[in-house]
C-alpha cells in the first residue's frame, strides 16, 4: 500500500473551539458560528477568504448544515461522517484539498449537538435492516476490551479496575485545568471506582462525556503560512484506517487491540519519519471513549510495549507531568465528546499546546504532537492518526 | 399405518413459585411452580425449540406439511407456521397452517398431521406451543404453564403407530377472548366440568376404545389432559381406568401449557414406554379427541437429546414482578433510549436463511466457517466461493463478554457475548437464560431461537446464546 502522506505541505493557521457541555442555550447553527467565527479571528482572515468547507457531524446533512447558517457565498461544503472520526476526517479531507493546489485556504469544521435528543448516551440510527444487527451500546461494546485484556495480562479484576480508573482520574484531572471542558473538577479515584455500573466493569466514570461542541481549523499551504502569522502548526502525518470488521467474525481476534490503530499509527509514524514514538512524541490526543480504550491505544500505538501499558498509567507516565502527557487537554473524559468536533477539539489541544497557549496545563517545550481518533468498535472500526509539529523538517 | 416417528419437547428455563403470587396478590397458592416463558420468547419460539429437537430425531425424508398449535399466536394475521418452519429449516415446499382456537388444538393437529401421512405424505410436522396469559388473582395465572411440544409423523420407521382415533365437536361457552382481549373469561367451572368435559371425554374415549376393540386393562399409560383437571378423576372413575396408569399432568412443576399440554404430558411419557404398550391420548376443548397410540420396537432406542424431565430440572427461578413485567401486565418507566426500529421486510427475505435458520457460509476456497454469510471470505479473501453452512445446532464457547446496563431490556442486564463456535465461526450475539454471575470466557453455550423486540406489530426473531442445558436427567 503507498501512502505517501503529505508531510510539511500542509499548516493550520487558525484554529476555534466553543467549550463542550450542556449547551441548552445554543443550536447546531449558533455552535458551528461559534467555531468558525473564531477560527476567522485566529487566523485573521475574514469568511469570503475561505475557499472550500468540509464540514464533519453524525447528526445533521449535507453542507446545507454550515452554508446556511454562516451564509457562505457559493463555495464548495462537503459534509463528512465516519463514525466518532468525523471530525478529523473532515480535516484530513482539507489538508488534501489545500495539498493538491485546487484550493488556497479550506476549513474544517466538526459539529455535534447530543444533548437534544433526550436519550441516554449516543444514538446512532440505522438503515432499514433485518433486525439481526444486535443490540450493544457502545459502552457495553468496549467493554469487551476489559475482561480480555485483564486475563491475557494477569491483572485481577481489581486490579484492572484501579488501571482503568487512574486513567478517569488522570484526563479529569488535566480537563479541570482547561476552561472550555465540559467537566473542569477533579474527580477522587474512590468515586470513580464506586460510580454506578454502565457496563461491568465500567461505571459512569469510565465513560466519555456527551455533549454539545464545535471546533473549527483553517488549512493552508505550509508555503503560505508565514503570511498569516508567524506561528503555525505543521501537519507531519495523517493516516486514515478502515477495518475489514475481522474482530467479531475471527476466533484469532483477542479484544486486547484495534488492528486498525496499529495500521493507522504505523502508516502515520512512517509519514512522520517517527522511529520511537515514545521517546520522539512530546504528547498525545487519543480516543479516550471509554478508559479501557485508553489502556489499549497505549500499546497499539506503540507508546508502551504489549501488555506493560497498565504499569505506565499506574507510574504516572501518561500524566500532566509524566514523560508523555496523554490527553491534556481532558479527553473524550473530561472535555467531552460531540461526536463530529471531537477529533479537529484534538487539534486544538496540538494547536494551544505546540504554541504555548495552554495556560495550567501547558506543557514544557513541546515539539511533536499527537491525535488520535476512532470509530465503531472493537474488531471493527475506523482509526485516525495524526502527527504535527511547530517547525518544518 | 400413521405414527409417531420423531418427538421432542421444550421447556422455559424460568420457574415463577406461586406461592410468591400469593404473597403479592393475597390470594391462596396453589403449590408448587410453573414454567414461565421468558420475556424474549413466545409460542412460536418454543415451537421451534420442540420442533428442532424432534427433527434431530428424525433423520431421513424431509417434512412435507407443518401445523403449528396454540391458543396464542403472536401474529392473528400472518402465518406463524412459515416463522416455525423457517426457522426449524424445513424445506420451503411444504403445507402450513395454523390450528388455534382451543385447548385442545395441539391433539386435533396431530391428527391433522397424521391425515397428510395416511394421504401420502412421507412425513408430517406437528409443533404445538403455548404462553397463556390470565389475569392477576385468577386461578388461571397460578396453574397455567408455558411449553411445547412437536412431533414429526411418518408412516415408516414409527416409534408408535396410530391405531385409531375419536372426536367429538359441541358448541358450549366455558373459556372464551375476544379479539384485542388478553386475558380469557370463563362460565362457572361446575357447568363445564359435569356438561362438557367428563361426558365429551368419557364418550370419546369410550368410542375409540370400542373401534380398537380394546378393554381399559390394555392401556400401559394414559395421557389425559382437560382444561379442569378434576374431569380426568371423574373419566377415570366413569371408565374404571388404572388412576395409576395415568401420566403425570406436571401441574406442580410446569403448570398447565394450553394447546401444548397434552403433547408435552404425551413427550414425557414416551421415554418410559415399552415396545408393544398402548397409550391413550386425549384432549378437551370444546368437544374433545383422542388417539391410542401402540408403541413400537423402534421406540427401544430413540431418545429425544432433552427431555421434559431434564428440562423440569434445568430452571432458574423469576420473580412475580419481573414476570408482570415481561407479559407488560405491568407497565413501566420507558427506557431514555429510542424505541427500536421494525425489522424491514425486503432485507429479511434476503436473509431468510440466516434470520431465521442461523446459516452462515464455509469459504470452499479455505474452509474457514463464517456468520452472518459472507461473499469475500473473511480469512482468504476469495470472492463468491461460499456454501451455506449451519450454525444453529452447534456448540459454542465464550470468549469475552460485556454486561450492558444502558441498553433496553425487559430482564436487565442485557449480556452481549463474543462466541467461538466449535469447529470455527465466531458471533457477537445477546445470551440469555442465564444468571450473569456465571458468565465466564470458556463457558459452553448453545443457540435459541427468540424474539428479540416487536416494534410497529413486527415481531423481531433471531438467534441468542444460552448456557448448555441439561440434556437428559
Not at chain 2, 454486561?403 to 445470551?431: H, K
Request: glycine share 8%.
Amino acid at each position: 500500500m503507498a501512502s505517501n502522506g503529505i508531510k510539511d505541505r500542509v499548516a493550520i493557521i487558525g484554529m476555534g473551539c466553543t467549550r463542550f457541555g450542556e449547551h441548552w442555550d445554543k443550536s447546531v447553527d449558533d455552535l458551528l458560528i461559534d467555531a468558525a467565527y473564531e477560527a476567522y479571528e485566529s487566523a485573521g482572515i475574514a469568511p469570503e477568504d475561505v475557499d472550500a468547507y468540509w464540514l464533519g457531524t453524525m447528526g445533521s446533512f449535507s453542507g446545507l448544515t454550515l452554508s446556511t447558517p454562516l451564509k457562505i457565498p457559493y463555495r464548495p461544503v462537503t459534509r463528512v461522517e465516519n463514525f466518532c472520526a468525523t471530525g478529523s476526517e473532515s480535516l484530513r479531507q482539507a489538508c488534501y484539498a489545500v495539498a493538491s493546489g485546487a484550493y488556497d485556504v479550506a476549513m474544517a469544521i466538526g459539529v455535534e449537538k447530543l444533548k437534544d435528543s433526550g436519550y441516554s448516551g449516543l444514538v446512532v440510527g440505522q438503515a432499514p435492516n433485518d433486525g439481526t444487527l444486535g443490540n450493544i451500546t457502545p459502552p457495553a461494546s468496549f467493554s469487551l476490551l476489559a475482561p480480555a485484556y485483564f486475563k491475557k495480562y494477569g491483572l485481577d479484576p481489581e486490579k484492572g479496575k484501579d488501571v482503568i480508573s487512574r486513567i478517569a482520574w488522570k484526563n479529569h484531572r488535566n480537563g479541570a485545568r482547561n476552561p472550555k471542558a465540559q467537566f473542569q473538577k477533579e474527580v477522587p479515584l474512590e468515586s470513580i471506582k464506586n460510580s454506578p455500573k454502565v457496563a461491568d466493569p465500567l461505571g459512569i466514570m469510565d465513560c466519555s462525556g456527551v455533549s454539545d461542541g464545535s471546533a473549527a481549523a483553517i488549512v493552508v499551504r505550509a508555503e503560505d503560512a508565514l503570511k498569516y502569522r508567524k506561528d503555525p502548526i505543521y501537519i507531519k502525518a495523517l493516516s486514515f484506517i478502515a477495518g475489514p470488521g475481522e474482530g467479531p467474525m475471527s476466533p484469532e481476534y483477542d479484544f486486547t487491540t484495534f488492528p486498525e490503530v496499529v495500521a493507522s499509527a504505523k502508516d502515520a509514524y512512517a509519514q512522520a519519519g517517527i522511529k520511537n514514538p515514545r521517546q520522539e512524541i512530546s504528547m498525545a490526543e487519543v480516543h479516550d471513549c471509554f478508559t479501557p480504550t485508553e489502556l489499549v491505544l497505549y500499546e497499539d500505538m506503540g507508546f508502551s510495549p504489549r501488555g506493560t501499558a497498565w504499569r505506565d498509567v499506574m507510574d504516572g507516565f501518561f500524566d500532566l507531568e509524566g514523560k508523555l502527557p496523554v490527553n491534556p487537554d481532558g479527553g473524550l473524559k473530561s472535555f467531552g465528546h460531540p461526536i463530529g468536533a471531537s477529533g479537529l477539539r484534538m487539534m486544538y489541544e496540538m494547536w494551544l499546546q505546540l504554541r504555548g497557549e495552554a495556560g495550567p496545563r501547558q506543557i514544557d517545550n513541546p515539539k511533536l504532537g499527537m491525535t488520535h481518533n476512532l470509530g465503531g468498535a472493537p474488531g471493527r472500526c475506523v482509526s485516525f492518526v495524526s502527527v504535527v509539529g511547530r517547525s518544518l523538517g | 399405518m400413521a405414527g409417531i416417528v420423531s418427538y421432542g419437547s421444550y421447556i422455559p428455563y424460568r420457574r415463577l413459585k406461586r406461592s410468591a403470587i400469593a404473597q403479592v396478590l393475597g390470594v391462596a397458592a396453589v403449590k408448587g411452580e410453573r414454567a414461565v416463558a421468558s420475556f424474549d420468547e413466545d409460542s412460536v419460539s418454543m415451537a421451534v425449540e420442540a420442533l428442532r429437537d424432534a427433527l434431530r430425531g428424525a433423520p431421513g425424508p424431509s417434512v412435507q406439511a407443518l401445523v403449528f398449535a396454540t391458543t396464542t399466536p403472536p401474529y392473528a394475521e400472518k402465518l406463524n407456521a412459515a416463522i416455525v418452519g423457517a426457522a426449524a429449516q424445513l424445506p420451503a415446499e411444504i403445507r402450513a397452517a395454523d390450528s388455534t382456537g382451543s385447548s385442545r388444538a395441539g391433539i386435533s393437529a396431530l391428527l391433522a398431521a397424521a391425515d397428510a401421512v395416511t394421504a401420502g405424505a412421507e412425513r408430517a410436522a406437528v409443533a404445538m406451543a403455548d404462553c397463556r396469559l390470565a389475569a392477576p388473582e385468577a386461578r388461571a395465572e397460578q396453574t397455567n404453564g408455558d411449553g411445547a411440544a412437536a412431533f414429526i409423523l411418518g408412516a415408516r420407521d414409527v416409534i408408535a403407530e396410530i391405531e385409531a382415533s375419536a372426536s367429538v365437536t359441541r358448541e358450549f361457552l366455558d373459556t372464551w377472548r375476544g379479539p384485542g382481549e388478553r386475558f380469557p373469561h370463563t362460565w362457572e367451572e361446575r357447568f363445564a366440568l359435569t356438561q362438557a368435559y367428563t361426558p365429551m371425554l368419557t364418550g370419546v374415549i369410550r368410542n375409540l376404545m370400542a373401534k380398537a376393540k380394546i378393554a381399559a386393562s390394555d392401556l400401559a399409560r394414559i395421557v389425559i389432559d382437560a382444561p379442569n383437571p378434576r374431569a380426568v378423576d371423574e373419566v377415570v372413575r366413569a371408565l374404571k381406568l388404572d388412576p395409576a396408569r395415568l401420566a403425570d399432568p406436571l401441574a406442580a412443576t410446569v403448570g398447565q401449557t394450553g394447546a401444548a399440554h397434552a403433547g408435552v404430558m404425551l413427550t414425557a411419557a414416551l421415554p418410559a414406554a415399552k415396545p408393544g404398550d398402548r397409550i391413550l391420548v386425549a384432549g378437551a376443548g370444546e368437544g374433545a379427541d383422542a388417539l391410542l397410540l401402540r408403541v413400537t420396537p423402534a421406540a427401544a432406542h430413540f431418545r429425544p437429546r432433552h427431555s421434559v424431565g431434564g428440562m423440569i430440572e434445568s430452571k432458574g427461578e423469576v420473580s412475580y414482578a419481573n414476570y408482570l413485567k415481561w407479559r407488560e401486565i405491568l407497565p413501566t418507566e420507558p427506557p431514555r433510549r429510542p424505541d427500536p426500529d421494525r425489522p424491514a421486510a425486503p432485507p429479511m427475505l434476503r436473509s431468510e436463511r440466516w434470520k431465521f435458520g442461523l446459516v452462515g457460509s464455509r469459504c470452499v476456497a479455505c474452509g474457514t466457517p463464517q456468520l452472518p454469510p459472507q461473499r469475500v471470505c473473511v480469512k482468504c479473501r476469495t470472492r463468491d466461493q461460499m456454501e451455506p453452512y449451519p450454525f444453529a445446532d452447534r456448540s459454542a464457547r465464550i470468549a469475552t463478554f460485556a454486561f450492558d446496563r444502558l441498553a433496553y431490556s425487559l430482564n436487565p442486564p442485557t449480556i452481549n457475548v463474543v462466541i467461538d463456535f466449535q469447529g470455527g465461526g465466531r458471533f457477537l450475539c445477546e445470551m440469555t437464560d442465564c444468571e450473569p454471575e456465571r458468565i465466564a470466557i470458556g463457558e459452553e453455550v448453545e443457540m435459541t431461537f427468540r424474539r428479540l423486540f416487536t416494534a410497529d406489530g413486527v415481531h423481531n426473531y433471531f438467534w441468542k446464546a444460552r448456557p448448555r442445558r441439561q440434556e437428559r436427567p
